[in-house]
């Protein structure tokens, strides 16, 4: 689909944001299906959010990504929230309106669900109990996926067991809160286990999850891309266990992004996914 009468543009706004791969992702897509545009890093800090949603619209962005810190504070900015962002209570999305409107979606979950069926085609969300470290936006997102998917049995840990037990009453279903000190045994007989804190990112420490529980069948994940290896996806690797990194999430959350921009769907290609593992 080609855009002849406009420049498009789009963005990811954060605090920090520049170690975003999300700008090279979009602008190997402007470039693929030959349009004249451009995705760029907008480093917003957390108090001129709703100023900087607002200059989308007069600058001519068709929308933005939004990563932290203020995907739950543009709850209270934008005009109309997709169903599915208002359950998971964050925003990775924005979409402008020719009248200037806002509309904020999350695409997370479904970005983390088409990355795990990429690397595991057989994959099955209900072939055993789930467990989940953290409680966060990215924890929401794998949730909320997790269980239209049909998982049967989601533990959730979080270090503060409060915020766990608030996905548990959110959500309900097979969503289950467990204590910090009872993770080992909550992932002895899990069929998957999956981080989505920051542990383990770059300048972080590595999240404290013994394996010596974890069955080898079992398949972990991790929502972080860099490092591309994690020590829990390193740790799990060479115990036998399948892993699967954040970066298929960050390819494919953007496909629904720019069918609400750009009304075009792009595919994720092994061009595409080589590109951004060369800079890992």
Not at 116 to 136: L, Y
Not at 220 to 231: F, G, K, S
Not at 265 to 274: F, H, I, K, N, Y
């Amino acid at each position: 689909m080609s855009h002849p009468d406009r420049f498009l543009l789009a963005g990811v706004m954060g605090w920090p944001v520049m170690h975003s791969r999300s700008p090279l992702l979009h602008n190997h897509w402007f470039t693929t299906y030959g349009l004249a545009g451009s995705y760029v890093p907008l480093a917003i800090e957390p108090d001129a959010l709703g100023p900087a949603l607002r200059a989308l619209h007069p600058l001519k962005f068709a929308g933005c990504n939004l990563t932290i810190p203020h995907k739950e504070t543009a709850l209270g900015i934008v005009d109309e929230i997709h169903p599915t962002a208002k359950l998971m209570g964050a925003i990775s999305c924005v979409t402008v309106t020719r009248d200037g409107g806002l509309i904020g979606s999350n695409n997370d979950g479904y970005g983390f669900i088409e990355s795990i069926v990429e690397a595991k085609p057989n994959w099955r969300a209900d072939s055993g109990p789930i467990v989940v470290i953290g409680a966060g936006g990215g924890a929401r997102a794998v949730i909320y996926s997790l269980a239209e998917r049909g998982a049967r049995e989601i533990r959730v840990i979080n270090r503060t067991f409060a915020r766990a037990k608030n996905l548990e009453d959110t959500f309900g279903g097979p969503v289950k809160a467990y204590m910090w000190d009872d993770r080992t045994k909550a992932v002895h007989d899990c069929a998957m286990l999956v981080n989505t804190t920051s542990q383990g990112m770059i300048g972080m420490a590595p999240l404290d999850m013994p394996l010596n529980t974890l069955s080898a069948s079992a398949l972990v994940a991790d929502i972080i891309y860099i490092p591309r290896e994690t020590p829990l996806l390193r740790e799990a690797r060479l115990r036998g266990n399948a892993t699967v990194n954040g970066l298929g999430m960050l390819l494919h959350q953007a496909r629904p992004a720019w069918k609400a921009w750009f009304n075009l769907d792009p595919q994720v290609t092994p061009e595409l996914r080589a590109l951004l593992e060369g800079t890992l």
